[in-house]
């Protein structure tokens, strides 16, 4: 039986045909090598059962590639009114497998689509941090994210203790969930080429966090620590606790920010919240 997607037009005359050029105020670098976006849907190992939420569809290479994959129910939110248009076609060849809600992720609440729920996106890089943090607040109501960001932001969300991009994005991605670097994606795979290197990440939300501790202590803890993230931990958090903060959660005050793991950063968020 031949695939429907399969016989549609080519990306390239999708792009042409509803003058979807990329626009920079949407942050839109299309994807359109079929190698790569095959990748990431077999990366996100999609489940049948489950409600795959693409955000930023564009064109639809990527969206196609998560059909294809065997995924039954996706919902793509776009913006674009452009892409909107350009979808329809995609929406009756995959036989209504696919719908399409136009709206700003930003502002649309995912975790109220049905469940169970997994993300896969090409975000735009201009709102992808703020939109990962967005989910995380909620994250035991999403199976998995499979998302693509700018390498240096995806080796932040990554980074081990003791290496240059560990901060206040790792400590928080690391608390919430699992996460791993799976691949990166040359410039040259978009349209246009984006100045940077791309990354996939893998993340995977735990359905507790890690170690105990509120979230606004962790926050203020991280926040005030990587301020001055060379200096020792006696100075950085003086203004808020210092010393006695410290010594209430066991940690070395000669020692720097970066050198904590998430668990030393927990105890120091309750330590905080036991001062208050």
């Not at 930003?106 to 975790?111: A, F």
């Not at 969300?157 to 691949?183: D, K």
């Not at 978009?190 to 962790?218: E, G, N, W």
């Not at 200096?231 to 066991?250: N, P, V």
Request: aromatic share 6%; charged share 20%; with cysteine.
């Amino acid at each position: 039986m031949t695939d429907p997607i399969a016989n549609l037009p080519p990306l390239k005359n999708i792009i042409k045909d509803y003058r979807l050029d990329a626009r920079k105020k949407w942050g839109q670098n299309f994807l359109l090598d079929l190698n790569l976006t095959a990748r990431i849907a077999r990366t996100a190992n999609i489940k049948p059962d489950h409600t795959i939420i693409e955000i930023g569809a564009g064109p639809g290479g990527l969206t196609r590639a998560i059909l294809s994959a065997g995924a039954s129910r996706v919902i793509a939110i776009e913006k674009d009114p452009r892409a909107v248009e350009a979808l329809a076609s995609l929406v009756t060849a995959s036989q209504n497998r696919l719908s399409i809600i136009e709206a700003d992720a930003l502002t649309l609440p995912l975790h109220e689509l049905p469940p169970p729920r997994q993300i896969i996106a090409n975000l735009p890089y201009n709102v992808a941090t703020a939109l990962l943090l967005g989910w995380l607040n909620q994250a035991p109501c999403f199976a998995s994210m499979t998302l693509m960001f700018q390498r240096e932001v995806a080796a932040r969300i990554t980074a081990p203790p003791n290496t240059p991009h560990y901060g206040r994005l790792s400590i928080f991605c690391q608390w919430l969930a699992a996460v791993e670097h799976c691949f990166d994606i040359p410039p040259s795979a978009f349209t246009p080429p984006p100045k940077v290197m791309s990354s996939v990440v893998q993340i995977t939300p735990h359905k507790t966090p890690t170690f105990p501790a509120r979230q606004d202590c962790l926050e203020r803890i991280t926040k005030t620590a990587f301020q001055q993230r060379r200096k020792m931990l006696r100075a950085s958090l003086k203004s808020i606790g210092g010393e006695a903060l410290l010594a209430a959660a066991k940690i070395d005050g000669a020692r720097r920010p970066q050198s904590l793991n998430i668990e030393e950063f927990c105890a120091l968020a309750r330590a905080l919240e036991g001062m208050n």
